[in-house]
Structures are given as structure tokens and as C-alpha cells.
């Protein structure tokens, strides 16, 4: 602990929780059950961004996504309103705490992560702005990927190519697998994540995310689009796995706006003074400084496992370094 509180980078931010990042103790051994629901109850009696996102995802599918009926062919009317709900959302949370961050600066530097302000006038960034640039790549980019991947699935969905579900017929699988959604969506982008990571796709691909090294809620899923289809690739599970369309939304807000909050730069997003939302990740945020470390999320500890995980300490810096170093140099030096 003491190599927490002695750490010689510790002044590199404003902000930092004041114990290392925990993972979830559902993969200790032996199993430590009220460990175990200490976390839950953190990640949903709080306002977290998963509640949030259940929120949204029951809206959405009651008042937003067209009836599966209307689904059975492609046709405009039902895609544009696909594409215009997911939009409206992005722009909604995204740009909401971006105002009351960033614009408004509702909470001034409370609970900030790095000291730094977004940055502008920096050739790194498509339209020399690092806001533009990942509203851009959002909406643009992830948005137009996202709505592809939904709008298939829900074809298939409408016609009964692929196993359906309803909540009266099923309703234990019902629960069970929308509260497995977040752990398999973090499975598949722990993998899809390591991939990215490969000096080649990183240089053309994942390294537009990592323009990104201080985050804000548009920096989320700003992504180049060859990483948006690796990365949303993780709906395709509703091919297989029996759902209900509200599976599919409650995977599309948890994959679309949970990382609004989770790179939003602050810990917390105050309201009246109250530390009110459990917004940024730590984890992650380590993820963007050292590159090299924390590939996955808090959920499954993939990292630990794999050995890259960043817990916030100096050890853990000196280990990402070296493993960062043994990356770039175990590769073959090319003949000639
Ligand atoms: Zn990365
Ligand atoms: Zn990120």
C-alpha cells in the first residue's frame, strides 16, 4: 500500500482513488461472498453507468424501437429511426456531460482525473479539436457501425432466423442473461482489445482512440471504423443466444453509452455539491496513460490473469513499462 502513497508519478494527476483499482471478487478463490455482494451492490443499487444504461435500454425498446413486425423486410422508415434513436442518445448523454463537464464546468475540477483541459489546436485530432474530432468518429463512425450490426439482428429477429425469447415464456433465462450481458460484452472486448493492440492495427487502427490520452465523454467510442467493426461485432451473440429485442438494447446502451461515463475524466459527476453518479474508470483510464496494461474491464480479470493489469501503483507502472519494452522488441528485426 505504502508503494501507493510513495508513488514518484503520483503528481501526474489531479485526481486518483485513494486505494488501488479492485476487480471483481466473483473470480477469487476461495470465494469471499460478501465480497462478492459488496460489488453488486455497488454496480446496482448506486447510480452507475449500468443502471443507466437499463434505464435507457427499457425507454428505448417501450417508446423508441420500432415493433418487430415492422422489421420482417428492409426497409428505410424503420432503419432511419434505428439510426436516429441511436444518435439521439449518443448526443444526449455524450453531450449532456460534456456541458455540465466540460462547458459548464458544473463541478469544476471535483473528482478529475488528469489536471489537463481538452485539447484544441492540435494537429493529432481530425479538425485540430479533440472534441470535434470524437464527436465526429462517434457519430459518425460507431453510429453508423452500430446501426448496420442492430438493424440485422433485428431482421433476423423479425423473421425468426434466430432464436427469439419472451419474458412471460422465459422469464428466469430473461434476467439471467440480460445481467450476463455486461460480462460478456467484456469478455469479447478484452479479446477484440489485445487484438488491437498488435503493432499493425494499432499504428492504422486503435491508435485514433488513443489520440485520447485525456479522456471526455465524446471520447468514448470514438473509434477509426475498422475497430467499430470488431468492436460492435459483440451483438452478433443475439444470433445465437436466445433474446428478446430488450437483450439487444440493454447490449446496445451498455455498449454505447457506458463508455460515455467511463471516459468521462471525472470519478464522479457531482450534483448540488453531492457526488450524485459513479461515472469515470479508473481502470481504464490507466489503460489511456501506460497503453500497455489493463486491456479489459473490472468485470473479469482477464488482465490479472494475463498478467497486464494496472492497479494504479508504482509496481504496476515499473511492470507495464517492462512489458511495454519486451513488446516492441521481441518482434524480428527485419533482414536488409
Ligand atoms: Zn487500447
Ligand atoms: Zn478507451
Redesign the pocket.
Known amino acids: 500500500m505504502s508503494d501507493f502513497v510513495d508513488d514518484p508519478e503520483a503528481d501526474r494527476w489531479h485526481y486518483r482513488p485513494p486505494h488501488p483499482v479492485g476487480l471483481n471478487p466473483l473470480f477469487d478463490w476461495p470465494l469471499k461472498p460478501r465480497a462478492v455482494l459488496a460489488w453488486y451492490r455497488g454496480a446496482w443499487l448506486q447510480i452507475t453507468s449500468l443502471v443507466i444504461c437499463m434505464v435507457f435500454a427499457v425507454a428505448a425498446w417501450l417508446w423508441l424501437l420500432p415493433p418487430l413486425d415492422r422489421m420482417t423486410t428492409f426497409a428505410p422508415g424503420w432503419i432511419v429511426q434505428v439510426w436516429v434513436m441511436n444518435l439521439g442518445l449518443q448526443t444526449l448523454v455524450a453531450g449532456g456531460l460534456h456541458w455540465w463537464l466540460y462547458i459548464r464546468r458544473g463541478q469544476g475540477m471535483h473528482r478529475k482525473f488528469d489536471k489537463r483541459d481538452l485539447t484544441r489546436k492540435n494537429g493529432t485530432f481530425t479538425f485540430n479539436n479533440q472534441v470535434l474530432d470524437n464527436i465526429w468518429w462517434t457519430l459518425g463512425s460507431a453510429m453508423t457501425v452500430a446501426t448496420v450490426y442492430q438493424c440485422l439482428i433485428l431482421w433476423a429477429m423479425a423473421n425468426g432466423y434466430v432464436p427469439v425469447i419472451t419474458f412471460a415464456a422465459a422469464p428466469v433465462w430473461g434476467v439471467v442473461w440480460l445481467f450476463l450481458i455486461p460480462m460478456w460484452s467484456g469478455l469479447h472486448f478484452y479479446w477484440v482489445h489485445r487484438l488491437e493492440h498488435s503493432p499493425r492495427l494499432y499504428k492504422r487502427v486503435h491508435a485514433v482512440?488513443?489520440r485520447?490520452v485525456n479522456?471526455g465523454p465524446w471520447?468514448?467510442i470514438s473509434n477509426h471504423w475498422f475497430e467499430n467493426l470488431l468492436y460492435f461485432s459483440t451483438y452478433f451473440i443475439h444470433l445465437i443466444v436466445p433474446s428478446h429485442p430488450l437483450h439487444l438494447m440493454f447490449h446496445v446502451t451498455f455498449q454505447q453509452l457506458s463508455?460515455v461515463l467511463?471516459?468521462s475524466g471525472f470519478e464522479r459527476v457531482a450534483v448540488q455539491g453531492q457526488d450524485a453518479v459513479k461515472a469515470g474508470d479508473f481502470f481504464?483510464q490507466l489503460?489511456?496513460r501506460y497503453f500497455e496494461c489493463n486491456y479489459g474491464t473490472s468485470e473479469i480479470p482477464f488482465d490479472k490473469w494475463f498478467g497486464t493489469f494496472h492497479d494504479g501503483t508504482a509496481a504496476a507502472t515499473t511492470r507495464t513499462r517492462a512489458h511495454k519494452t519486451q513488446m516492441y522488441t521481441k518482434r524480428p528485426a527485419k533482414s536488409g
Open positions: 482512440h488513443h485520447n479522456t471520447s468514448g463508455p467511463s471516459h481504464h489503460h489511456h
